[in-house]
């Protein structure tokens, strides 16, 4: 392509952005996205033009919408109602979503997907003293970001426009959403083709290789394998498929479980060119460079402004779901204290990597003492206004991502600007996906290898192992190994596709409500709160989830300027998409 090509296309495309009213799955993107006066002359400017794909891009679903999305809808957190984000605890989200987070995700997820359009689209005219190969393996970087955007739109919002060239498409009227199964179709098309065109080791740190195509590409088979299925059975030809591309992972990459699941979420081992060789697909932010590519997720979690001491540190509201935190209460999990300190923030546990200065952090037994209840002598400390509307009672606070102050991470970093990056794919769901897999239809596995590379995730956590596995335990140890790292509603919803009723009955019968934690002579114990006639009533609290609800709405300005995201889906001509 040549130089002026470009700067027609960039031309087109800034006049689209000063429009008043535009579609975000055609959107242009950012003033300082890779397509900004980029001209691809040679293997380094394709890998320069690849290399913002790993941050900005994904800058609005970073954060909150992960969080509220992922984690607090899918049963791992707990909030108030500050902005409507309640609505995420108790599955009444509305396309008016005042939180803003349904906004964010929407038009994020929609932002990676245009970014890696572009840049593909560049690559392709790339000049001749560009590469085959490096065009190639650029190729594939863009088309795995698209992938991955693509699978978290499937899974929120179901059928979806499938754009597969922003400069080809921008002009059409007429695009339409397509079937939900042509999305997944062209989520393995992309990854399939990656995986052929990535190389076994990352050309830079971070940089996917073709093992992170492969056990994306194992995931979306094994999630496709439940599509319009029901009664708890699975497609057999897609178990297969995610057998044999989550198995080429496991068994022949090389690749191992990093040997810290706590220094997994510290600067130390994932910041800058740290990335430990478990991370198939992270985000790495710059904590030296703009808003839109700088980490803003430890200001929302942090739970007291001294761990950051920055000035920010927000997360008061948020802590584990009784439903994680009953796990790590059960003595039956006692030995699972690994995850547990990196995940949750629990009384009298002593952090030496926050606060190092100080001599580190204490979490403070008198917290989680606070006042009592009303009429009753006894000490078990209540929340003071219900769950829906204004928490403020003690709880199991967010630790996962909350790595203190710049001083603790090496002098970087600073208010909403936190030194470590994001993790999208991480190697513990290819093997995780791989013991699925093996499992497929059948009601518990005993096979080798599913038990080996299920046992090797529970082994690094100091859990003990099994000796027979079920769809069950699968699903646990997935909430509770990626917990607040915004996989628990996508985990979910790839249940929902294949056994709904049983998938919408473990989420109706899953414990929503507040609680305190009291610590009491070096033990704690749980008073549960159900805040549905008054916030002092004891007991559990539960929403309802129906099949209504299992897919998002779209946000009401979305469907505003694009009123054909509310036609039905329609067939995707595949012949349209050229690699």
């Not at 000063?18 to 055609?26: G, H, I």
């Not at 991955?148 to 339409?176: H, T």
């Not at 009303?374 to 209540?382: E, R, S």
Request: net charge neutral; aromatic share 14%.
């Amino acid at each position: 392509m040549r130089q002026n090509n470009i700067v027609i296309y960039i031309t087109v495309l800034a006049a689209m952005a000063m429009t008043a009213c535009k579609k975000s799955f055609l959107d242009r993107p950012p003033i300082a996205s890779p397509t900004a006066a980029t001209y691809y002359k040679s293997d380094i400017d394709i890998l320069n033009g690849t290399g913002p794909l790993y941050n900005g891009s994904w800058g609005g679903y970073n954060g909150t919408s992960l969080q509220y999305i992922g984690d607090i809808m899918g049963g791992n957190s707990l909030t108030d109602n500050y902005n409507g984000r309640g609505s995420y605890l108790n599955f009444t989200v509305t396309a008016q979503d005042p939180s803003g987070a349904l906004q964010s995700a929407y038009q994020a997820l929609w932002s990676v997907i245009g970014n890696a359009n572009i840049v593909a689209h560049n690559i392709r005219g790339a000049g001749p003293g560009a590469s085959v190969t490096a065009r190639n393996s650029g190729l594939a970087e863009c088309y795995v970001m698209r992938a991955a955007a693509y699978y978290f739109i499937a899974l929120d919002w179901g059928a979806a426009p499938i754009i597969y060239d922003n400069s080809v498409q921008i002009g059409d009227s007429s695009i339409r959403r397509n079937n939900l199964s042509d999305v997944w179709k062209f989520i393995i098309s992309d990854l399939s083709w990656a995986a052929q065109n990535l190389g076994t080791t990352p050309l830079q740190p971070g940089r996917v290789t073709k093992w992170t195509a492969e056990g994306m590409l194992a995931r979306a088979y094994l999630v496709r394998s439940g599509l319009g299925q029901s009664g708890g059975q699975r497609n057999q030809a897609d178990l297969d498929s995610a057998k044999y591309w989550a198995g080429d992972v496991c068994n022949n990459s090389g690749m191992s479980l990093y040997p810290s699941y706590y220094d997994l979420f510290t600067s130390a081992v994932f910041s800058g060119n740290k990335v430990p060789s478990e991370c198939l697909l992270g985000l790495y932010w710059v904590p030296t460079g703009q808003w839109f590519v700088e980490n803003h997720m430890q200001a929302n979690l942090a739970y007291d402004s001294k761990i950051t001491q920055t000035g920010d540190g927000w997360g008061g509201a948020f802590g584990a779901s009784p439903s994680l935190l009953a796990y790590y209460m059960d003595p039956a999990n006692a030995a699972d204290s690994v995850r547990r300190k990196a995940t949750i923030f629990m009384p009298n546990t002593n952090y030496p990597d926050i606060n190092k200065a100080g001599g580190g952090w204490h979490v403070d037994t008198t917290l989680f003492n606070g006042a009592t209840r009303q009429g009753d002598n006894a000490k078990i400390t209540h929340p003071i206004d219900s769950g829906l509307y204004y928490l403020n009672g003690d709880r199991a606070y967010v630790k996962k991502y909350v790595i203190g102050s710049p001083a603790d991470n090496g002098g970087v970093g600073g208010q909403q600007n936190e030194n470590i990056g994001t993790y999208i794919f991480r190697l513990a769901d290819v093997y995780l996906t791989y013991a699925d897999a093996i499992l497929g239809n059948n009601a518990s596995t005993t096979d080798a290898d599913a038990l080996k590379f299920f046992n090797a995730v529970r082994s690094r956590a100091g859990a003990t192992t099994k000796t027979s596995i079920t769809y069950a335990d699968i699903y646990l140890e997935k909430k509770i190994e990626f917990a607040f790292e915004g996989h628990a509603w996508y985990d979910w919803k790839q249940w929902f596709y294949f056994d709904p009723n049983a998938a919408m009955n473990y989420f109706n019968t899953q414990n929503r409500g507040l609680y305190n934690i009291t610590y009491n002579g070096g033990n704690s114990f749980v008073t549960w709160f159900n805040d549905a006639t008054n916030p002092r009533a004891l007991g559990p609290r539960y929403y309802t989830i129906t099949a209504d609800k299992a897919d998002l709405p779209y946000p009401a300005s979305e469907v505003l300027v694009a009123p054909n995201l509310g036609l039905p889906p329609v067939a995707f001509d595949f012949s349209k998409v050229k690699y």
